[in-house]
């Protein structure tokens, strides 16, 4: 009991440090699908972010705030000779024998002892959220694994950034001939390892390639698949899983700068003439 106790208290306190990785990892499209490359190595990173968490409001709790004036002078400092009393085994009492310090303790101060882990894990959440979206954004690019991910967010997300095609080899195949994918990267999520699991395509397209003893070759013509959504007014997407998907390339389009609506109206224009344009050609072939 005392040990299992013990362990609870340890992964309590490690709170802080799993708030700060997992808002660094919210901002991303990467899944927790799979187990980071190194566990260890993150799980010594949970340890030392929050000791320091622990550290910085052991002084700010010690030195400020549990000894002046104000509306947190009712705030009791931190006591670690009590403290300690939570991870000893002789700090349990038995059925029958007094009760030790350590559980009036919790019963004294059990609303400030959430209230301060509620707010570490908050700000460390913060923290983390905040150095995930810089290295989203390309500032603390040393910390990055898989860097062609971001560039692909980027792509998602920003209003000046570069569109992105993509062409996906799927696992499709009938003889020698092979189904392959086309279009605008509308959504995309990857595994921990970098691996895609999935891609959304809107103004979608599919052809064959033929794999021969001498080369491959790819059809003439490629069939547009969301030819009918134009005239229900919505935008049909495909979804390719990681299942069927053998192979990717993603092309960066143009570099389209959007500086104010009327330009993102022309845009949307431009975007929907293209799209009816061919889908009506391939409808007279």
């Given at each position: 009991?005392?040990?299992?106790?013990?362990?609870?208290?340890?992964?309590?306190?490690?709170?802080?440090?799993?708030?700060?990785?997992?808002?660094?990892?919210?901002?991303?499209?990467?899944?927790?699908?799979?187990?980071?490359?190194?566990?260890?190595?993150?799980?010594?990173?949970?340890?030392?972010?929050?000791?320091?968490?622990?550290?910085?409001?052991?002084?700010?709790?010690?030195?400020?705030?549990?000894?002046?004036?104000?509306?947190?002078?009712?705030?009791?400092?931190?006591?670690?000779?009590?403290?300690?009393?939570?991870?000893?085994?002789?700090?349990?009492?038995?059925?029958?024998?007094?009760?030790?310090?350590?559980?009036?303790?919790?019963?004294?101060?059990?609303?400030?002892?959430?209230?301060?882990?509620?707010?570490?894990?908050?700000?460390?959440?913060?923290?983390?959220?905040?150095?995930?979206?810089?290295?989203e954004n390309g500032y603390l690019s040393g910390f990055t694994r898989?860097?062609?991910?971001?560039?692909?967010?980027?792509?998602?997300?920003?209003?000046?950034?570069?569109?992105?095609?993509?062409?996906?080899?799927?696992?499709?195949?009938?003889?020698?001939?092979?189904?392959?994918?086309?279009?605008?990267?509308?959504?995309?999520?990857?595994?921990?390892?970098?691996?895609?699991?999935?891609?959304?395509?809107?103004?979608?397209?599919?052809?064959?390639?033929?794999?021969?003893?001498?080369?491959?070759?790819?059809?003439?013509?490629?069939?547009?698949?969301?030819?009918?959504?134009?005239?229900?007014?919505?935008?049909?997407?495909?979804?390719?899983?990681?299942?069927?998907?053998?192979?990717?390339?993603?092309?960066?389009?143009?570099?389209?700068?959007?500086?104010?609506?009327?330009?993102?109206?022309?845009?949307?224009?431009?975007?929907?003439?293209?799209?009816?344009?061919?889908?009506?050609?391939?409808?007279?072939?």
């Amino acid at each position: 009991m005392s040990i299992a106790w013990a362990t609870v208290v340890i992964v309590v306190l490690l709170l802080p440090g799993f708030a700060f990785f997992w808002g660094l990892y919210s901002p991303n499209q990467v899944t927790r699908e799979v187990s980071p490359a190194s566990p260890l190595a993150q799980l010594a990173g949970v340890v030392v972010i929050s000791f320091l968490v622990h550290a910085c409001a052991y002084f700010v709790i010690n030195t400020r705030l549990c000894v002046g004036p104000g509306l947190l002078a009712a705030m009791p400092c931190v006591d670690f000779d009590e403290f300690s009393a939570l991870l000893r085994i002789e700090a349990f009492t038995l059925p029958g024998t007094p009760p030790r310090l350590f559980r009036s303790m919790l019963d004294s101060y059990a609303g400030w002892i959430l209230a301060y882990f509620a707010a570490t894990g908050a700000v460390t959440g913060l923290l983390g959220f905040a150095a995930g979206k810089l290295i989203e954004n390309g500032y603390l690019s040393g910390f990055t694994r898989h860097r062609y991910l971001f560039v692909l967010e980027r792509g998602r997300k920003k209003k000046r950034a570069e569109l992105v095609r993509a062409h996906v080899l799927s696992r499709t195949q009938n003889l020698n001939n092979v189904i392959f994918y086309d279009g605008i990267l509308q959504d995309f999520f990857a595994k921990a390892d970098g691996t895609i699991s999935y891609v959304v395509l809107h103004d979608a397209r599919t052809s064959t390639i033929e794999i021969t003893s001498s080369g491959t070759l790819h059809s003439d013509t490629s069939i547009p698949l969301d030819i009918r959504g134009e005239s229900f007014g919505t935008q049909p997407l495909l979804v390719i899983t990681s299942e069927n998907i053998a192979n990717v390339y993603f092309e960066p389009l143009n570099e389209v700068r959007i500086e104010s609506g009327d330009d993102t109206d022309a845009l949307d224009r431009a975007i929907d003439e293209l799209e009816q344009t061919s889908a009506r050609t391939a409808g007279n072939r």
